[in-house]
């Protein structure tokens, strides 16, 4: 039986035409003019890439500082001792520690957003794997959540850095803000992820490497981008 959709979807969904590609800006104009919904929706680009994700050397995985944040609260929890712990706590992290803090999530809990480590904690942290790799919340170098330098990687995910990495299917989706920013802030942020995720196109991956790309509103339709004009840049 075909999914009903609702009125402001259905009025969503008159505002332009679905199977069109259009420009990133006019995406982004198109989405703004969608009607609103009773929270602030996270505003979402999903890719389609061209690399296959059962290779262990074509994972596309990374960060992006978003120029005018995510608009969204992070929770942070460190692992780390001694200075590496002072200086998250000063940064902003709501909870740092080490053993007691390993014993606590292996316990069940999971009241935080991001989790750092420092590379010495990390012999302990892998315990958690099983926990915290299922939810994408493990610590890894590549994400910049395993550094020494605790404080600035708070900062950092505090002002809005997001996480991108590929699943399964070979699909990426990255937040780059709320519904309620302004066009020149939803675009910019779009532009810094678009490009962010070209950069981590690995040396392996053969032929196109971006298939197709859309954007869209947490209850809001897709719209498809002209992803061969971002190429162009």
Same mark, same amino acid.
């Given at each position: 039986?075909?999914?009903?959709?609702?009125?402001?979807?259905?009025?969503?969904?008159?505002?332009?035409?679905?199977?069109?590609?259009?420009?990133?800006?006019?995406?982004?104009?198109?989405?703004?003019?969608?009607?609103?919904?009773?929270?602030?929706?996270?505003?979402?680009?999903?890719?389609?890439?061209?690399? #296959?994700?059962?290779?262990? #050397?074509?994972?596309?995985?990374?960060?992006?500082?978003?120029?005018?944040?995510?608009?969204?609260?992070?929770?942070?929890?460190?692992?780390?001792?001694?200075?590496?712990?002072?200086?998250?706590?000063?940064?902003?992290?709501?909870?740092?520690?080490?053993?007691?803090?390993?014993?606590?999530?292996?316990?069940?809990?999971?009241?935080?957003?991001?989790?750092?480590?420092?590379?010495?904690?990390?012999?302990?942290?892998?315990?958690?794997?099983?926990?915290?790799?299922?939810?994408?919340?493990?610590?890894?170098?590549?994400?910049?959540?395993?550094?020494? #330098?605790?404080?600035?990687?708070?900062?950092?995910?505090?002002?809005?850095?997001?996480?991108?990495?590929? #699943?399964?299917?070979?699909?990426?989706?990255?937040?780059?803000?709320?519904?309620?920013?302004?066009?020149?802030?939803?675009?910019?942020?779009?532009?810094?992820?678009?490009?962010?995720?070209?950069?981590?196109?690995?040396?392996?991956?053969?032929?196109?490497?971006?298939?197709?790309?859309?954007?869209?509103?947490?209850?809001?339709?897709?719209?498809?981008?002209?992803?061969?004009?971002?190429?162009?840049?």
């Amino acid at each position: 039986m075909p999914k009903v959709r609702s009125k402001r979807y259905r009025s969503a969904l008159a505002l332009y035409e679905p199977n069109k590609k259009y420009p990133l800006s006019e995406a982004v104009s198109i989405l703004k003019k969608f009607p609103p919904t009773k929270f602030d929706q996270t505003v979402t680009l999903s890719f389609k890439l061209g690399v #296959d994700p059962r290779q262990s #050397d074509q994972m596309v995985r990374g960060t992006c500082p978003l120029p005018h944040g995510s608009g969204k609260s992070v929770r942070v929890l460190v692992f780390a001792t001694g200075t590496a712990a002072e200086a998250a706590k000063e940064a902003g992290a709501e909870l740092v520690g080490f053993e007691e803090l390993i014993k606590k999530v292996q316990a069940g809990f999971s009241d935080f957003d991001v989790a750092i480590a420092t590379p010495s904690a990390m012999a302990e942290v892998r315990k958690l794997g099983k926990i915290l790799g299922p939810r994408g919340l493990m610590p890894n170098p590549k994400t910049g959540t395993v550094t020494e #330098d605790t404080a600035k990687a708070v900062r950092e995910v505090k002002a809005g850095r997001v996480e991108f990495k590929l #699943d399964k299917n070979a699909n990426v989706a990255v937040p780059i803000g709320k519904f309620s920013f302004g066009e020149h802030a939803l675009l910019e942020n779009a532009q810094a992820v678009v490009d962010s995720v070209l950069r981590a196109r690995p040396a392996t991956a053969k032929g196109a490497y971006l298939l197709s790309l859309t954007m869209s509103a947490s209850m809001s339709p897709g719209i498809r981008i002209d992803h061969l004009q971002l190429l162009k840049h």
